[in-house]
């Protein structure tokens, strides 16, 4: 992936980089409500990664998968094509079966353009029913809230 697709922890706030596509905007030139919400998952999705552990491995190995449970966001300012933006993943809440995080999308000018809290929830891929966080994870967790 190249630049625009880094990411990089700094203390306990990860931050990964996305550049806007002609697909994620709407007829204005803006981007669509819903892809914030993408770029989040995916900012998320490799926050978990840098942690070392990707989606996938999750489900083969340990028989479970993250799922949004509660979301609130907030929109303050629109992003537009080929801007570069910065999301962010902080979580404000471990306990045993769910995360809560802090998220925003940045454009690095004007500040945030949206901004989200997002409880997942760990539940069992088979059954859909929840789980603990495995210990592993927790663990990993200690360091960054």
């Known amino acids: 992936m190249g630049a625009e697709r880094r990411a990089q922890a700094a203390g ?4 990964w980089a996305v550049r ?5 905007t709407d007829a204005t030139g803006l ?30 190995k340990t028989g479970i998968v993250f799922v949004v449970r ?5 929109f303050m300012r629109p992003a537009r094509i080929d801007q570069l933006l910065e999301v962010t993943v902080r ?16 454009d690095g ?9 997002v409880e997942v929830a760990c539940i069992d891929a088979v059954t859909l029913k929840p789980r603990r966080l495995p210990d592993f994870i927790k663990e990993g967790l200690k360091h960054v809230h």
């Open 12 to 15: 306990a706030e990860f931050r």
């Open 20 to 24: 806007v596509y002609y697909e994620d």
């Open 31 to 60: 981007v669509y409500h819903s892809t914030y919400l993408e770029f989040m998952e995916r900012a998320r999705t490799e926050w978990l990664r840098h942690l070392g552990h990707g989606q996938h491995d999750l489900r083969s």
């Open 70 to 74: 509660d979301l609130e966001v907030r």
């Open 91 to 106: 979580i404000t809440r471990c306990r045993g079966a769910s995360m809560r995080f802090e998220q925003t999308v940045h």
């Open 109 to 117: 000018e004007t500040g945030p353009l949206c901004r989200a809290l």
